[in-house]
Each structure stands twice: as structure tokens, then as C-alpha cells.
């Protein structure tokens, strides 16, 4: 059995992963329905997000999708079975107390503060790098389909995660 020192795998790959994390924590992604239309349909700053996080998906080799700017996902693996990961790209309006930048990831104390530094861009990046070492130093056909699966504003789309899968 193939084990992986995932600590030792993420301190490897720490700079990429700050730079991709920081560059979807720059992206200001509250709905905003007034610049709402038919491309955008929670404004053009969630699909900015989704765009960004599918972006570095495909340039790591994932197949990709968009699901009409609701959502969107990459998979690896094979069989019938997905293992499911849910995620989402949009955050909601900051409250009054902060004392940095929201949308400049700034690392204070230990600690990054920035707008979906812990809800949710932070946990996402987190899961796709937990996917990409799998799938980087896996040395045996995975029997399940791994997909992560970002939505904007959960539910709002009335679409199911198995929904989103096959379109």
C-alpha cells in the first residue's frame, strides 16, 4: 500500500498553493444582482471566482466544466462512483471590523485574513491540493471518480450536485 506524508506534500508545494489561493482571495465575489444578467447571474464577481478556480484546474490538466456560470467542476479517477466535494466561490458582504484590505490576502500574526480566507476559498484550495497530491503520487488506478464541485450561492440555481455532473 502506497502511503503519502500529505504534510511533508503540501510544504512542498506551499508557494503554489498560496499563489493560487491568494489569487482567488483577490477576487471580490459578493453577489451583487444589479449587475446581474444572463452570463452572471449573481453579478460578474462570482463568476470571476468560478472562472479563476476552473482556470487553475485546467492548467493543472483536469477535464473541466462550467455549468452555465452557476457552477462548475473537474474530476479525475475512473468507475461509476464519484466522491463528491462541495465548495463554493462566492462570499457574502463583510462585516465592520477589519483592520486590512478584504480582497488583499495579508498574512498577520500566523494567520490569513482576506474575504473566503476560511469560507470558503481557503478549505476549497486546501481540497484541491489534497486532490492533486493524490492524484500526482497515486500509484495505482483510483476505482473511484474524485470531482470537486464549486457552486455560487448555494441552491439558488435549484440544481443538484448529481445534476451539475452530467451536464
Known amino acids: 500500500m502506497t502511503t503519502i506524508d500529505f504534510t511533508a506534500e503540501v510544504e512542498k508545494r506551499k508557494e503554489d498553493l498560496l499563489a493560487d489561493l491568494f489569487s482567488l482571495l483577490e477576487i471580490n465575489s459578493e453577489r451583487d444582482d444589479s449587475k446581474a444578467d444572463a452570463q452572471h447571474p449573481f453579478g460578474p464577481g462570482p463568476v470571476k471566482a468560478l472562472e479563476k478556480f ?18 462548475g467542476h473537474f474530476e479525475f479517477g475512473q468507475g461509476e462512483e464519484v466522491l463528491g466535494i462541495f465548495a463554493h466561490m462566492d462570499v457574502v458582504p463583510a462585516g465592520s471590523g477589519w483592520d486590512t484590505d478584504l480582497y488583499t490576502p495579508t498574512i498577520k500574526d500566523g494567520r490569513l485574513y482576506a474575504r473566503g480566507a476560511s469560507d470558503d476559498k481557503g ?17 495505482f488506478q483510483l476505482l473511484k471518480k474524485f470531482a470537486l464541485l464549486s457552486e455560487l450561492m448555494k441552491n439558488q440555481a435549484g440544481l443538484t450536485w448529481t445534476t451539475i455532473l452530467t451536464m
Open 123 to 139: 478549505p476549497t484550495t486546501a481540497c484541491y491540493y489534497g486532490l492533486k497530491i493524490i492524484k500526482e503520487l497515486w500509484t
Open 54 to 71: 476552473l482556470e487553475i484546474a485546467d492548467r493543472d490538466g483536469y477535464p473541466t466544466k462550467n455549468v452555465d456560470n452557476y457552477a
